[in-house]
């Protein structure tokens, strides 16, 4: 059984940072692709970042480029997300999840439709 667990969320200040983790199991981590979306209230789910398989390969949404890193660990199956500088505007609930296509790492995707696994979220809050 897949399971996602994201963490690390919480509040921090404009220009603050922090990092976001998610912990994979049942299934091959280092098979898959994993991205991290988020979710602003209001608004509809939006990719923020995609790693390959093994982590040579990455793409950002233009909104966090530059200020997140997404990065993973298959000997711990842990996916990581930095973010620095962080904005009111990235306010928003953070989900982790996994593309299982065979293809993925020829073909970086933050397409909802291509990642069937998800976690349940962490939420962060810029403010000041």
């Known amino acids: 059984q897949v399971s996602l667990v994201e963490s690390g969320g919480g509040s921090v200040q404009p220009g603050g940072s922090l990092r976001l983790s998610c912990a994979a199991s049942g299934y091959t981590y280092s098979r898959v692709c994993m991205g991290w979306f988020r979710q602003a209230p209001g608004k509809e789910r939006e990719g923020v970042a995609v790693?390959?398989?093994?982590?040579?390969?990455?793409s950002y949404a233009d909104s966090v480029e530059g200020r997140f890193t997404i990065s993973r660990d298959n000997t711990k199956n842990t996916l990581y997300l930095q973010m620095n500088s962080l904005k009111p505007e990235d306010t928003a609930m953070y989900f982790c999840a996994a593309d299982n296509r065979p293809t993925c790492t020829r073909s970086l995707s933050l397409r909802e439709p291509d990642f069937p696994y998800w976690g349940q979220g962490t939420q962060v809050t810029v403010s000041s």
């Open positions: 790693i390959s398989t093994g982590g040579s390969w990455v």
